[in-house]
């Protein structure tokens, strides 16, 4: 019999031991394929890497002493994975199940696979689903929804399907797609990373695949999405700098127009009239961020 294909699952922590231990044991609790695990320590307040060695000698735990963002810790990730398959998981999740054969399988049965996202169901509450594939990306507004967003999982988003994104809380890369497509653009640092990467597959010819079998649990609150400076900036400048790698000629200056004087005008007059000088101050660094950088991003 043929020896199955190794999945390299691959894990970014920061500041997050617990939630990061959490994922372990659930994957060394419920998961039989063959795996290896490997844990980038992103710049944490303490060398948390040589904890997670101690307690997992399993584990590859990985120190970067400077917090690469999240596509940087992912791809360092990547280069102490031995796996013909790499499984991109965040450090918030737990697994209880195993159907990472089917993943597998999906990709030998379609040569053109790249990418698979299995469900994502929100861990607290009644645990609805998070994300059952996205829809379109349309209009000047960059407007898509996660399918499935908050329904109950009574069975009506058991249907796997092509997808034009997938969630970067869990994504499953095979090797050879990820040599053609290139590692996950590291110029956004936080928010957009996945989205892009997920169009630099689909611009290479690789399908993107939504596949329910495998079910994986997110402690990200169904309610998030409350502003923070540290979000207000990077959803500002990042939203910018999707648009300008992604677009081209009258519909990339629309985009782009679109997110500075409009969402962003309606942002900043939200924060102006809760008092919420921060985030003013946020949006603002964003703009001006992203003329500095847009030209060196677009060369990654």
């Not at 969630?167 to 996945?194: I, N, T």
Request: with cysteine.
């Amino acid at each position: 019999m043929a020896s199955k294909s190794k999945i390299s699952i691959i894990s970014v922590n920061y500041n997050g031991l617990d939630l990061t231990c959490a994922m372990i044991d659930s994957l060394h609790k419920n998961v039989s394929y063959p795996i290896e695990i490997i844990v980038v320590d992103n710049g944490s307040k303490v060398d948390e890497a040589s904890v997670l060695s101690e307690r997992y000698p399993d584990v590859k735990a990985v120190r970067s002493e400077e917090n690469l963002g999240f596509a940087g810790g992912n791809n360092l990730g990547v280069k102490y994975a031995t796996g013909d398959y790499f499984f991109f998981l965040n450090n918030d999740t737990e697994i209880y199940e195993d159907h990472l054969d089917k993943i597998v399988e999906d990709f030998e049965k379609n040569p053109n696979l790249g990418m698979v996202g299995p469900k994502l169901r929100f861990w607290a509450g009644s645990r609805p689903i998070q994300f059952a594939g996205y829809t379109e990306m349309k209009g000047i507004a960059m407007k898509n929804d996660l399918i499935g967003f908050k329904h109950e999982d009574d069975g009506s988003f058991d249907t796997p399907a092509v997808t034009p994104f997938v969630h970067g809380a869990a994504m499953v890369v095979s090797r050879k797609a990820f040599e053609d497509a290139g590692p996950m653009p590291e110029c956004y640092f936080l928010y957009f990373e996945e989205l892009d990467w997920d169009l630099m597959f689909t611009r290479k010819g690789w399908t993107l695949f939504y596949e329910p079998a495998q079910t994986v649990f997110h402690k990200e609150s169904a309610t998030t999405g409350q502003e923070s400076p540290l979000r207000s900036y990077y959803m500002t400048r990042n939203r910018q700098l999707f648009a300008y790698r992604n677009y081209t000629g009258a519909k990339r200056l629309l985009v782009i127009a679109y997110a500075r004087y409009f969402s962003g005008a309606k942002r900043t007059l939200k924060a102006l009239l809760h008092r919420r000088f921060d985030i003013i101050r946020a949006i603002a660094r964003g703009n001006r961020d992203f003329i500095k950088i847009k030209n060196k991003c677009c060369s990654e």
